[in-house]
């Protein structure tokens, strides 16, 4: 049993999306953080336009999507959050782990071993083989695929493409978060170790990010020994403050929105900084002159009186 976290920072979280329609379109959005225990919602609001038409479902993955109907002309879609979470870092209270064989996985997780249409798991086994073949199965080859990608990927901002594939990556040897997470996620498939996508948000708590790039984050989980264990190869240090969004085999599953018709995203805003606790409001305008993150310093509170979901 993993004891439950102790939440002691404050973080707002959130994005404005704007989309100009031409027609009849609808959209399948999936913004808000899922429940889970690494952080808890304390406060959100969702905003659809002028009372767009929309109704909920839970996918075969547990994420929490809208159905949007799109009216004629332009549509503005809002959400903003304050989510309390946790001052440690990635996995740092789970417990060493052993790798199941694939006949001892549960059978709902058999899925996230197979190759996908991003994580084409099935192109990159002879490179994973001769890559990362002699390192001990489990977490120490999660570890070493990671660093590779992360000493042997360049990470470019703006460079994404939906239409690349993990192996296309590879060839070309640079790519966006996205990219990062789909080739951690193929070649640890290649190993039969279960490997999922997932996209939320992630503050620079105790990580100065010169560039200031507030976007939505794309990285990877793996299953071993009965724990889902983060694996981020962008950036392949713990980080503190994930918020998870959406998981899945990989980005099909994973996208904010999924446009369906003649509709266009003319704005695109994100956010996610720690703030104080009680100094900022669900709606309130942004402020990042209240961002207590970017900086190599951690600032913690008292813990709120919140449980873990």
Request: aromatic share 12%; with cysteine; glycine share 8%.
């Amino acid at each position: 049993m993993i004891p439950a976290r102790t939440f002691d920072i404050t973080v707002r979280v959130g994005c404005s999306l704007a989309y100009e329609v031409t027609g009849t379109a609808s959209l399948m959005l999936n913004v808000q953080p899922l429940p889970e225990r690494n952080h808890a919602v304390v406060f959100q609001a969702l905003t659809l336009g002028n009372n767009l038409r929309a109704s909920e479902f839970t996918d075969t993955h547990g994420n929490q999507v809208r159905r949007v109907k799109l009216a004629p002309g332009t549509n503005f879609i809002r959400h903003d959050a304050i989510v309390a979470l946790s001052s440690q870092p990635d996995n740092f209270d789970l417990p060493a782990a052993t790798p199941h064989a694939p006949d001892e996985l549960p059978s709902h997780l058999m899925r996230y071993t197979l190759p996908s249409r991003y994580c084409d798991s099935d192109k990159l086994t002879n490179f994973a083989w001769d890559k990362f073949g002699q390192v001990e199965h489990g977490l120490p080859r999660v570890t070493a695929i990671s660093r590779w990608l992360h000493d042997n990927i360049e990470y470019r901002y703006m460079s994404g493409r939906a239409d690349l594939s993990a192996w296309d990556v590879l060839q070309r040897g640079y790519g966006v978060c996205r990219d990062f997470a789909h080739l951690a996620i193929a070649l640890n498939r290649t190993f039969n170790v279960p490997a999922r996508y997932v996209t939320g948000h992630l503050p620079d708590i105790g990580f100065p990010d010169p560039e200031n790039h507030m976007d939505f984050h794309a990285y990877a989980e793996v299953f071993v020994g009965g724990h889902w264990f983060t694996t981020d190869a962008r950036f392949h240090v713990p980080r503190i403050g994930r918020i998870k969004i959406s998981c899945g085999q990989d980005a099909v599953d994973g996208a904010f929105s999924t446009v369906f018709g003649g509709a266009t995203l003319t704005y695109f805003q994100v956010w996610a900084y720690q703030v104080a606790r009680g100094t900022v409001g669900v709606g309130d305008p942004l402020d990042f002159s209240r961002r207590l993150d970017n900086r190599c310093m951690v600032q913690t509170e008292t813990p709120y009186p919140v449980a873990p979901v």
